[in-house]
């Protein structure tokens, strides 16, 4: 009876195609993109940026020695006079502009200090990278002053480097290769779990009132913990299958950027996928640590589904219960970003939740271990456990049953 039960909450949630289409194929289609769309398309957008001619503003042009000048030009950049360098980096004009004040030439023969204004717009990407091209000409002009001065003076330049820092990173492969934006995957299979939990759910517990069929199965010759179990059962498979399609998303999507993609591609656009995580590593272990969390995930979240959406009078009032879940999973997703400046130890594979996605980014990063991994495990199977009690006895009320 347990089996029939599922098999009619999958059956009726098979009909709906869309629901099909929307948890199923597009996991499937999400983070391949992401993980390839977005590191092509903006790597190429950075290499073409870097490599095209940006005509850059300039106020005081006559003021700037041709070494300047020349440093200027050969970062892909043409200078053009303007009056209001700020006016016409605020109005789009160029993307960036330099101001040289007068004297500048002057002060420099006479071996004072001066300075100049490059004008960008905060949060503008290419503004920024053309800003970058002039600070990197100003910085590379500063570099020949200071050796000039220091030969005409006797000195070697380089005794104003005593010490040098070699910048080594300590990160595993897994680490490195995961890149900045690594919190992303444990979201999206969170979220798509939610996604495709939902329906079935909803359909299970207020569309089965709403239609009047719940009386004709509570009468019928089964027990209310089979109802319980087949609907969460049910409504498991679909989160779970969301899901995969998106933990089948992400290992497709690396293999095919580590193996066709990334070896195209050039030093910026590189960078940029390994900001994106496009250059995971991806092993059996990965794949096997990430599909057992789902699998817990989904179970917390079918077993949260069915707790509240039974109390809801119809399909659409569940509807409005479902949506502040999503919240329980934001959050956290945001709260992984800075987990490096949280120091909680092994508190947060306690949370319910936040421990599933916590654990699947340190799946993804390499790091691991075998404590956090049986904690959230074991912190997942009691609350699932809790939930199903706590719908069971829901189930067992009247005024829940046959709310109108």
Same mark, same amino acid.
């Given at each position: ?113 001066? /300075? ?66 690594? #919190? ?59 899901? /995969? ?13 580590? /193996? ?89 594979? #306690? ?54």
């Amino acid at each position: 009876m347990l089996r029939r039960i599922a098999a009619k909450e999958i059956l009726s949630t098979l009909r709906d195609r869309r629901a099909i289409v929307s948890n199923l194929l597009i996991p499937l289609l999400l983070l391949p993109i992401i993980m390839l769309g977005l590191p092509l398309l903006l790597g190429g957008l950075f290499e073409r940026e870097a490599e095209t001619v940006t005509t850059l503003a300039v106020q005081g042009l006559e003021q700037m020695p041709d070494e300047l000048v020349a440093l200027v030009e050969a970062q892909q950049a043409r200078l053009e006079p303007f009056d209001d360098v700020e006016r016409a980096v605020r109005d789009d004009e160029v993307p960036a502009g330099i101001v040289v004040p007068d004297g500048f030439a002057a002060a420099l023969a006479a071996g004072e200090s001066t /300075s100049v204004g490059i004008y960008r717009k905060a949060g503008n990407i290419r503004s920024e990278l053309n800003a970058g091209k002039l600070e990197g000409a100003v910085n590379a002009y500063r570099q020949l002053v200071v050796a000039e001065r220091l030969g005409a003076a006797g000195i070697d330049p380089s005794v104003l480097e005593p010490v040098t820092i070699a910048r080594l990173d300590a990160s595993t492969d897994a680490e490195r290769s995961s890149g900045q934006l690594a #919190w992303l995957i444990p979201f999206f299979i969170a979220i798509w779990t939610l996604s495709g939990g939902q329906m079935t759910a909803i359909d299970a517990t207020a569309g089965e009132k709403e239609r009047g069929t719940l009386e004709v199965l509570l009468v019928a010759p089964v027990r209310r913990a089979e109802v319980v179990v087949g609907k969460f059962l049910a409504t498991t498979l679909f989160g779970l299958m969301a899901a /995969s399609m998106a933990i089948v998303g992400f290992v497709v999507g690396g293999v095919v950027m580590r /193996s066709i993609f990334l070896p195209r591609l050039g030093e910026d656009a590189g960078e940029m996928v390994a900001i994106m995580g496009g250059s995971l590593t991806i092993t059996p272990l990965t794949v096997v640590l990430l599909l057992v969390s789902a699998v817990l995930l989904a179970g917390l979240v079918a077993a949260l589904l069915i707790s509240v959406t039974l109390f809801a009078r119809s399909f659409k009032e569940a509807q409005t219960y479902v949506a502040p879940l999503s919240f329980l999973l934001i959050v956290p997703a945001i709260g992984l970003q800075f987990r490096d400046l949280i120091d909680a130890g092994t508190a947060l594979y #306690w949370i319910p939740m936040l421990n599933a996605m916590v654990l699947m980014d340190d799946v993804v990063r390499g790091s691991a271990t075998v404590a956090g991994i049986g904690i959230t495990w074991l912190s997942l199977l009691g609350v699932i456990t809790l939930l199903l009690v706590f719908a069971f006895r829901s189930f067992g009320r009247e005024d829940v049953l046959f709310r109108t």
